[in-house]
């Protein structure tokens, strides 16, 4: 419907479009709209795709009618920038081993008369079904292009360092969760809860869940406990609940509470920075492989040593600044655009499961046009509404 209200806005004016937001669409008449702009999006993206190399990021998960989808995003350099672009996402109604998502794949690049010796890298959650040495995807793939570079996402590692291991934390981790659990898992407790800290006039009046899918969260859970600890007292105070308010009293309990609320939000402020649709492994680490070596030398000399390409350098974005010079510093530019092209995170992937389940909703379980849906929902590349529209007939009125 949007993509028709621009039509007949850019053809007939801002009046024309509200009388038309009058009118319902069929569902068989949207699906079609979907389908054809889904199409349009996948075409350009092939075109601008064939004389680039690209990187990807893939993951798979399950939606609301358990069924498993395996979603693809591909980065590649589109005239002076580097893009993130959705590429496929394909349901897998069987097992989903690491030789059934290099299928689908390789079957898709196909399709799109695409090959693995343009693909320079891969991101993945580092899932044995991924990553695994002789029998995972992304070994499968070295396998057809042995330069391509794997990846195994910033993020990922991240959550691995964020693990306690000290037993003495543990075991207050253990306890906060009881504690959490005592208020969250009873409505009862978390309305009566909610009152107190309304009548302590305090900064919050709830307490916050956690899960281990949600990154984030065990860093928000320590810091509201923190900060609702007088609350908490008082509250465990009235429950009768001795154990609780022991704990929330204990000066050493309260001190490890506090090492851990700072840590995991240093953490988590490392986990955010590290989230977004530009991040690049250059910017997800702090150090970067030496470069030069040879020729790369003296170009990265000359480089450093031109005035007016420092200026550059320094202010605008480090890719645009790359692929403004690869014609003149080809050996340099050529490893650092294959570095700039590899996906750091699988954060795209977690954004197109996120508009998955907001499009596969109890409701709409028996979608069909899931990947179309999607295309048009999350692609960077929009479709040509001019040569859409020039295809098809108007729909008049029976």
């Excluded at 645009?320 to 080809?330: G, K, N, T």
Aim: aromatic fraction near 6%; proline fraction near 2%.
């Amino acid at each position: 419907m949007p993509a028709c209200k621009k039509i007949v806005k850019s053809m007939f004016g801002e009046k024309a479009e509200k009388e038309i937001s009058k009118i319902p669409l069929s569902n068989d008449t949207i699906h079609r709209r979907i389908l054809v702009l889904s199409e349009n999006i996948e075409k350009k993206v092939q075109k601008k795709l064939q004389d680039s190399t690209f990187a990807l990021t893939v993951d798979e998960s399950t939606d609301i009618s358990n069924t498993s989808h395996l979603l693809a995003f591909v980065r590649f350099i589109d005239g002076s920038e580097i893009i993130n672009q959705f590429l496929c996402c394909k349901g897998m109604s069987t097992t989903t081993r690491g030789q059934d998502i290099f299928d689908v794949i390789t079957d898709y690049l196909r399709e799109m008369n695409l090959t693995w010796k343009s693909c320079v890298g891969i991101c993945t959650d580092g899932a044995p079904c991924m990553t695994g040495c002789i029998k995972g995807f992304v070994s499968l793939a070295e396998k057809e292009n042995p330069d391509l570079i794997r990846t195994h996402c910033f993020l990922h590692r991240e959550v691995f360092i964020s693990k306690i291991s000290q037993e003495d934390l543990k075991l207050v981790l253990h306890q906060l969760v009881e504690i959490v659990n005592y208020i969250k898992s009873r409505p009862l407790k978390s309305r009566l809860f909610e009152q107190l800290c309304k009548g302590m006039d305090s900064q919050h009046v709830r307490l916050l869940m956690h899960t281990e899918v949600r990154w984030l969260s065990k860093g928000k859970v320590l810091t509201r406990v923190h900060e609702l600890h007088k609350e908490l007292i008082v509250f465990f105070d009235k429950e009768k609940q001795g154990k609780f308010c022991e704990h929330l009293r204990c000066e050493l309990w309260m001190s490890k509470l506090e090492y851990l609320t700072e840590i995991f939000g240093q953490l988590n402020n490392t986990n955010s920075s590290m989230q977004g649709r530009n991040e690049n492994i250059l910017t997800s680490t702090d150090k970067l492989a030496k470069l030069a070596q040879l020729c790369e030398e003296e170009e990265l000399a000359t480089i450093s040593s031109d005035r007016d390409l420092k200026i550059k350098h320094s202010t605008v974005p480090i890719d645009s600044f790359w692929i403004s010079v690869q014609e003149e510093y080809i050996t340099l530019s050529k490893k650092v655009l294959s570095l700039l092209l590899q996906f750091s995170t699988s954060y795209l992937c977690e954004l197109g499961f996120s508009t998955l389940n907001n499009i596969k909703t109890k409701k709409r379980e028996r979608l069909r046009s899931t990947e179309e849906e999607m295309r048009v929902c999350l692609s960077h590349i929009r479709p040509n509404i001019e040569e859409v529209a020039k295809k098809h007939q108007a729909q008049v009125s029976h």
